[in-house]
């Protein structure tokens, strides 16, 4: 009797683990597809008032550098390298130990985001002409994006404490306030065009400064939810703690291991520099669009793993983590193969929808849609990467990431300079795409020898369902795409009610198909979308 009752457990709690996992990813899914949803708007208003040309690239090229820092040093290897030791202490040693180890990260973390951001305004000039060389041939340019980018280094600071508030909330169980964040800087950043843009000598300088105010923001809705969980920031504690020590040992490689895809995309933004006027907007605004499937479903699933895997782990439970490693991967692959499919299908007119208006013409929209047809080809790559590395994490292995993205961005280097030439900035998107399925492959081998057997056979057959699904959706699309979607002289109403029968179309059939061949993930989907949109976020 007590053997069965023990199977019974044995057998339920990754299912309890997967449903955890399920309900974090369906929150911060929501949450992220709200922030999406006002950061096109934040584009679209951009997109009208500057197009794509000199204030734009100075303004993307500028903002690039602090946004980096944050995917780095924030929401990259801080977050990644304080949750599974948080989690531990946690586990092992109680809340007051825990949180005493966080009130320290803090007061640390405070010290060296302040000391950073001092250095990036004394270094600007030389950071913008490594970051964007072929600038130096425009001093008006290099001038603005130098200005642009001393305002706007400050906000590492505040994005850096939202990160580590993430963290603590994040293992805490609560996902709701740090994914919401984004939306409070894309409102800055909309209203900072109306409100403060028209002000400045030059209107751009109006969105650096709503670029501050957004961190700002983003730190205070961080602040009555940490109150909430017990944690407050003004109880004693000392500027070092032990385990800071660990988490700084595990941060060092993953500031690089973590943040590849994003390293790779400053990488196209150098190398965009040395092309046309108009190509570093190009890839941004085209960058934007994936990043919409992209943040939705992987970077959640990702953000969602990682507390559950590293409870997992601090058990020693390897079992576990590969059963929830295997769940989330085929439930990413499920939901991102097909926006892979409608990205590339129905590019043009989402672009022209989004952002043909005003400085934003038809050669603009036809050349963000080339930049993202070879973007659309690596999503399943950059949302599978995000599942991959924080299982490394989890297991306290920062060394292996590391080495797979060395190789991942001298791939990206040798393959932008190769096929920048025959395809333009297109060709800088697709070295990204290439570079990241090299970067999954290495990880996913590695993987198999440190937990051994993933299951993989199950994984295969999920996604062989998930691609003749999304063939046939695709294919269905595109046929009706040309029907319904007016041409170039059509107008925006006309436009808008065609790509959402379209895209409404190609879901029905997604899921048909689905329910047809027995997708199992299709369940999870449906389980994921109640959750997050129909209960209370926690």
């Given amino acids: 009797m007590v053997l069965k009752i023990a199977m019974n ?35 679209m208003a951009l997109a009208w008032f500057f197009g794509a040309g000199l204030y734009s690239d100075a303004f993307f ?11 780095l040093f924030a929401e990259g290897s801080l977050s990644i390298a304080f949750i599974p030791v948080f989690t531990e202490y946690l586990t092992n040693r109680g809340k007051d130990d825990a949180f005493e180890m966080a009130r320290s990260a803090i007061r640390l973390l405070s010290v060296l985001l302040v000391t ?47 990160a580590l508030s993430m963290g603590i909330l994040n293992v805490l169980g609560h996902f709701a306030a740090p994914a919401l964040a984004p939306v409070f800087l894309n409102i800055s950043i909309i209203c900072s065009v109306f409100l403060i843009s028209p002000y400045m000598a030059d209107p751009v300088t109006g969105l650096a400064i709503g670029v501050l105010i957004g961190g700002v923001l983003q730190l205070m809705l961080q602040v009555p939810f940490l109150i909430k969980k017990g944690f407050y920031f003004w109880q004693k ?38 092309l046309p006027e108009g190509s570093v907007s190009y890839l941004y605004y085209a960058d934007r669009l994936v990043q919409f499937p992209l943040g939705i479903f992987g970077i959640a ?56 208006r005003g400085a934003f013409d038809a050669e603009t929209t036809r050349l963000t849609a080339y930049a993202l047809l070879y973007y659309s080809i690596g999503l399943w790559a950059f949302s599978a990467v995000r599942i991959v590395v924080p299982t490394f994490y989890a297991l306290q292995d920062t060394k ?58 199950n994984i295969m057959e999920s996604v062989c369902k998930t691609m003749i699904c999304s ?36 879901l029905v059939l997604y899921g048909s198909f689905s329910l047809l061949l027995k997708s199992q993930e299709l369940e999870k989907v449906l389980a994921i979308a109640r959750k997050g949109m129909g209960k209370k976020w926690a």
Avoid at 61 to 71: C, D, G, K, M
Avoid at 422 to 448: D, E, I, Q
Wanted: aromatic share 8%; charged share 10%.
């Fill in 400 to 457: 292996t990431p590391v080495r797979m993205a060395v190789i991942s961005v001298c791939a990206n280097i040798i393959l932008g300079i190769i096929l920048m030439g025959p395809l333009s900035h297109g060709g800088l998107a697709l070295a990204t795409s290439l570079a990241s399925m090299l970067n999954l492959g290495l990880l996913v081998r590695a993987l198999r020898f440190k937990l051994g057997v993933l299951g993989w056979r």
């Fill in 61 to 71: 090229v500028a903002f690039r550098i602090p946004n980096l820092l944050r995917r």
């Fill in 237 to 274: 504690a000392k500027i070092y703690h032990p385990g800071l020590k660990k988490i700084g040992l595990l941060m060092l490689p993953t500031i690089f291991g973590a943040a590849v895809y994003q390293i790779n995309i400053l990488v196209g933004t150098l190398l965009a520099s040395l």
């Fill in 301 to 356: 699933a990702a953000t969602a793993i990682l507390p559950s895997l590293s409870r997992q782990a601090a058990e020693n439970d390897l079992p576990a983590v590969r059963n929830t490693f295997s769940f989330t991967i085929k439930l990413v692959f499920f939901i991102t193969i097909p926006s892979m499919v409608g990205l590339i299908v129905l590019r043009e007119p989402i672009v022209a929808l989004l952002f043909k």
């Fill in 9 to 43: 457990q044995s057998t339920n709690q990754p299912t309890a683990e997967n449903d955890r996992v399920a309900k974090a990813a369906g929150v911060v899914g929501s949450a992220t597809f709200l922030s999406r949803i006002f950061g096109y708007i934040r584009d």
């Fill in 471 to 506: 063939g046939v959706m695709g294919a269905a699309v595109w046929a009706i795409a040309l029907l319904i979607i007016p041409s170039e002289g059509g107008t925006l109403s006309g436009l808008f009610f065609g790509l959402m029968g379209s895209i409404v179309i190609g």
């Fill in 116 to 162: 950073t951001a001092i250095i990036g305004i004394l270094l600007s000039p030389i950071i913008i002409r490594v970051i964007a060389p072929g600038f130096a041939e425009s001093p008006e340019k290099l001038s603005l994006t130098i200005f642009l980018t001393r305002i706007m280094f400050p906000y590492i600071l505040f994005i850096g404490m939202v």
